[in-house]
């Protein structure tokens, strides 16, 4: 029997396994380190659907849950996919404050030593370090029933939103459909609630995934295979 | 004839003959020899017109201590730095041509004019800096965006003045444009690379020797207010204009554009300790290089012109002094010069801009 959902991306896909599991949906899972993403070292495969270049172990993964899926491309009509992957915040934020930028108003303010990065530069920027992925999650797109999950909401003013809405923004002007949690989960201009948390502050927790398939089952994102 | 007379007892290079025609180009010694003594270390912000950038790339090849007080984002890709204009000057000001554009930004640093005020030009539902028109690819997005931007520089800027043992400016031109009504200067004519020009409000300018003086010797106060130790640095680019306003034929106009500048810069030094001219104008424009230095189109100064300066700067520094600035910025900036040598070099002179309205 075929899944439900195939939830594929970064460290953010835990939560989304385990708010699929909550919610009794039947999932697969394929989970990259974002680095592997960010390096471009998962690719769009015409045959799998999905490559991770110079990683035997992964390539057995993807190999496996093919198997699973009754050897079928991991991009099909057959299965929505649930995706965490083109943002990898983690990679490209850090690196772009190295120097001390700061991409708002108040952020410059309070830090007198730092510098302004203009929303041109975030975007040349972005293009520069994401381009790639942009291209496959498009294709994805083409293919399969893709919804990208933007990632959990931890700060209201700072790089990562920018880099969020910036990635966001290149995605839905490019067709990809995203859902957003923190419409719904975040208070006005308010971050994440730290019950949604994982211990790490940087993830959201299993409650958090499964408020956040819980909304998408509402909006009927997904859904369970055979209801209408 | 007299044996006893002022020149009996000068040295050769006192003499045209001896000093310049024996000499030969690549035999050309004691062009210059600094004035100061500075720390092993020291480090040099530079600014002004295009010559300058070669000069900021020509000091890190060198593995001399160049100030980046406004690098770009850690990891950016270095052909996005360069359409973004980071690391061509010590702050991102673009190319300051004139001594009243080099006030306004001095002024801004000394906090004597608030940043915001400056125009912002309207370019489609986007916005150019006045003073910048083309330090970005896009236009800024919005005022907050530019407003945040130039105060960005600004705060750099000052950064630089502070931080550094030689400030570095390049004369380029005596002619520029202003609001008529608020005297603020432009870098460049409205209409030709961004802004719209309007005969009511934009006036053209060919600033005087005393109104250049008076610019700058105003504007270097403010830097020693910011920082008493620094030194100032005055070159005259040997890059002739491209295109004049002022009525007469553009040869001529070079002339007189290159004339005051240079006397200026020879009078301020010679009028204060803390002043200093290095003559890289007369090693690339003069008689004993015999246009060699100079692309084809007679304008743009070749790689080998920027080697030829730079080796005769380097031979006139004095940089015995103690190193003044510790081993762990030295070596942050020692790996800032290797990563810029990487780079393609390809200077950014938006004057070029105006051969295009060259109907002719």
Known sequence: MLPDVLVIGD?????LMA??????LQAEMLRFSGNFWHSGHVQFHPQHGVWVRRSKAMQQQIMDVRDRLGGRSLVSRDIPILGSMAFNLGRIVPPFGFNRHVTDAGSFAEDTESSYASQALVSAYV??????QFLMVRRMARLASLTLVVPPKLRVRSNYATFSDTIAARLRASGVRLFDPSATLCNEGEALQAQYLAPDGLHGNTDYGSAVIGLMLSEGLIMRRGAD | ????NPYADLPPTAFWRSGVVDAGLWGLAGLWTSKWQLPADARFATYGSCFAQSMSRALLA????????EPAPGRTPPDIAQAFNYGVFSARTGNIYTAALLLTHVRMAANLLDPASIEAWPDGERLRDSIRPVIEPVAFASREDLDLSRASMVRAFRRSITQTDVFVFTLGLTEGWENGATGQPYALCPGTMAGTFDPDIHVFRNYDYPAIRRALSEAFDHIWAMNPAVRILLTVSPVPVTATASGDHVLVANTYT???LRAVAGDLARSDARIDYFPGYEMISQPP???T??????????PQGVSFVMDHFLKGLDLSGPAAHGATMAAAERETAMLRDMEVEELVCEELVLEKFNAS
């Open chain 2, 258 to 260: 290159k004339s005051t």
């Open chain 2, 293 to 302: 230095f100079y692309a084809p189109n007679l304008r743009n100064v070749v």
């Open chain 1, 19 to 24: 708010g699929c599991q909550a919610h009794g």
């Open chain 2, 1 to 4: 004839m007299s044996a006893a």
């Open chain 2, 289 to 291: 290089s015999r246009a």
């Open chain 1, 127 to 132: 293009d520069a370090t994401r381009g790639p």
């Open chain 1, 11 to 15: 460290s953010h896909t835990t939560a």
């Open chain 2, 62 to 69: 060198r593995n001399m201590v160049w100030l980046d007080a």
